[in-house]
């Protein structure tokens, strides 16, 4: 059974940081290429960033110079390094790992960013 748990989400006052984590367990994890997504209320899903099974990494243009992804094999563990945080932020945060045709959803961790 696929499993994709994120953590570390919360409230933070603006310009502040939180590192949240995505823990995956019945895949192949080093197989997968790796992202976070996030969903704002009344808006669309859309995404952050995204890591390679080889380490290349894709930003949006909104979180470029601020959000930093990374991941660990060793612990089937992708991270999402936020720093600068602002109430555009604030949004359900969806881990996602794809390889093949497959495509796997977490169930998210809020971030709320306030002023």
């Known amino acids: 059974q696929v499993q994709l748990v994120e953590s570390g989400g919360g409230l933070v006052q603006a310009g502040g940081s939180l590192r949240l984590s995505c823990a995956a367990s019945?895949?192949?994890?080093?197989?997968?290429?790796m992202g976070w997504y996030r969903q704002a209320p009344g808006k669309q899903r859309e995404l952050v960033a995204t890591?390679?099974?080889?380490?290349?990494?894709n930003y949006a243009d909104s979180v470029k110079g601020r959000f930093t992804i990374s991941r660990d094999n060793a612990k089937n563990t992708v991270y999402l390094q936020m720093n600068s945080l602002t109430l555009e932020d604030t949004a359900l945060y969806y881990c996602?790992?794809?390889?093949?045709?497959?495509?796997?959803w977490g169930k998210g961790t809020l971030v709320t960013v306030s002023s």
């Open positions: 019945g895949i192949i994890f080093s197989a997968y290429a």
């Open positions: 890591i390679s099974r080889g380490g290349n990494t």
């Open positions: 996602n790992a794809v390889w093949v045709g497959m495509n796997y």
